[in-house]
């Protein structure tokens, strides 16, 4: 055989699958070891360090009891491989133990508390999520579900995307180069299922399809969306579904290096098309894949804010630049993470009932750390002057 043929015989799929759960109370101990048995694989047993967290959990106020701890931890370590279950996930051709689901789920947001109560707690994790678009969508998710956001008992989060990693989404996607290739949706379930396996997930491999995703959607109703698609058909599409079902939907968007977050309360009110800021008629068009593609760069800016979009001089050049030296977009990672921080408070506020109204809402780190001007006030007008001189011809 040769190397060719052996790269290909050990090439890496990726792809993500139901992670298998096994109790080894008895229960399913034959089918471990027939698992055990079929494939090499790699076992966590992180035992010590579950038990010792759980004795936080239940005793905190014996925290400095040494003794005690030591008693309850050694009382876990010796009942052998029965505590919690043994989860194998394929893609990482690992079995890693975990807690109970109930015990796991209180250990993961045990630091949460008080600064988010008990209860407040359980209200996040008893709801549906449903997420579309897996580049700025992936560091949303990647913040909500360690938070203990969605996924909770016969809830799921269901996640969208068609495309896959590429080298050039590292910047602002946390992933590396052994999982370019593999479809972002696949990549984005692994760390969900690595960091909860009991969550429930649905996936939604070709994006929002008008045919086929209501009817998926309908039979989880959705508490929230979270909208992050880079085509501007589906985002109106997307918003649509929300706006006939009552359901709240937020987007991250990000300028250089500005976040700018929509709010949009369709559980309390009619909301106009993307907060007001394209006509009904635009609007329309988009529903009917009708708007003219030379008009997209208009309803794009309109959509962000035509002072918010004009605000910096290297977004605009960058933009731009798109199709001549550039690309693709230009996002910075950190102000993805930054819009994503965002988008996890509203999304616990609006779960929580709290008041949150529909618009559009900014945070500038420049503006925090009062930064000194990038470009000229000059240069700034250039490239004001250079769009719109775009947009007219």
């Known amino acids: 055989m040769s190397l060719h043929e052996k790269m290909n015989n050990a090439k890496y799929d990726g792809s993500w699958t ?3 759960r096994y109790k080894l109370d008895g229960t399913d101990n034959d089918r471990f070891e027939d698992l055990l048995d079929r494939e090499s694989l790699l076992v966590h047993d992180p035992i010590a360090e579950i038990s010792d967290d759980l004795f936080e959990l239940r005793h ?3 925290m400095e009891d040494s003794k005690l701890r030591a008693e309850f931890v050694k009382q876990f370590v010796d009942s052998g491989t029965e505590y919690g279950e043994w989860v194998h996930f394929p893609w990482s051709r690992t079995v890693v133990r975990y807690p109970e689901q109930d015990d796991h789920y209180r250990l993961r947001t045990f630091r949460n508390q008080h600064l988010i109560t008990q209860a407040e707690q359980d209200t996040l994790h008893n709801t549906t999520i449903a997420a579309f678009g897996m580049s700025v969508g992936s560091n949303i998710i990647d913040q909500i579900i360690p938070s203990g956001i969605g996924g909770g008992e016969d809830e799921v989060v269901a996640i969208a995307d068609f495309d896959r990693l590429a080298p050039s989404n590292l910047n602002r996607i946390r992933s590396h180069m052994g999982r370019v290739g593999v479809r972002k949706i696949d990549i984005v379930a692994q760390k969900i299922s690595e960091v909860d396996p009991y969550i429930e997930q649905v996936h939604l491999h070709d994006g929002y399809d008008e045919l ?3 009817n998926i959607l309908d039979q989880h109703q959705p508490d929230i969306i979270i909208e992050e698609v880079d085509d501007i058909v589906a985002k109106a599409r997307v918003r649509q579904y929300a ?9 991250a968007a990000d300028l250089h290096e500005t976040s700018l977050l929509h709010v949009e309360r369709h559980d309390l009110h009619d909301v106009k098309p993307f907060n007001g800021r394209i006509s009904r008629d635009m609007f329309n068009a988009l529903l009917a894949d009708e708007l003219p593609k030379d008009e997209y760069l208009k309803a794009n800016i309109k959509i962000l804010g035509a002072r918010n979009a004009l605000s ?4 605009i050049d960058s933009n731009m630049d798109i199709g001549k030296n550039l690309a693709g977009i230009p996002q910075l990672g950190a102000i993805a993470t930054a819009g994503a921080a965002l988008t996890d408070r509203a999304i616990r506020e609006i779960l929580l009932g709290r008041k949150l109204d529909s618009g559009i809402y900014k945070e500038s780190a420049g503006n925090t750390l009062r930064t000194e001007r990038i470009s000229t006030r000059r240069e700034h007008a250039v490239s004001i002057g250079r769009l719109l001189r775009s947009m007219k011809s």
Do not use: K, N, Y
């Open 18 to 20: 139901q992670p298998e």
């Open 243 to 251: 706006s006939e079902r009552g359901i709240p939907l937020v987007m």
């Open 212 to 214: 086929t995703t209501p």
């Open 312 to 315: 910096s001089a290297r977004f």
């Open 60 to 62: 905190p106020g014996d």
